[in-house]
């Protein structure tokens, strides 16, 4: 099993930045290491379906935005701290959503995993 705690959520002023925060743990990751599952953030605004907006993968660490986030938030990962981080600028109204960190594992079709943790309410508001 694997725990994803996200923190760091809350309300800012249009324009503004918030960095959130998951930190990873479980016994998941003995087997599956921490660098080898695709660390993804969601959102999901009242309302809507729940959107992706940011990859970092496996062990390439490379990174993939949607169009909506590219250019203003940076996904990150500390290996080491089992860690993972959004870092959100020029923030709109817009962004107002729950974000979730998920973690996804894909070994084969009979080794596939994926974990979310609770949510985090950012609120971009004047």
């Known amino acids: 099993q694997v725990q994803l705690v996200e923190s760091g959520g809350g309300l800012v002023q249009p324009g503004g930045s918030l960095n959130l925060s998951c930190a990873g743990s479980?016994?998941?990751?003995?087997?599956?290491?921490?660098?080898?599952?695709?660390m993804r953030w969601f959102r999901q605004a009242p309302g809507k379906q729940r959107e992706l907006i940011a990859v970092?993968?496996?062990?390439?660490?490379?990174?993939n935005y949607a169009n909506s986030v590219k250019g203003r938030f940076t996904i990150a990962r500390d290996i080491a701290k089992k860690t993972l981080s959004l870092h959100m600028n020029s923030l709109k109204p817009e962004d107002t959503a729950v974000y979730y960190c998920n973690a996804y594992y894909f070994g084969g079709t009979a080794a596939e995993f994926e974990y979310w943790g609770q949510g985090t309410q950012v609120t971009v508001s004047a």
């Open positions: 479980g016994s998941g990751f003995i087997f599956r290491p921490f660098e080898s599952y695709a």
């Open positions: 970092i993968s496996g062990p390439g660490g490379a990174t």
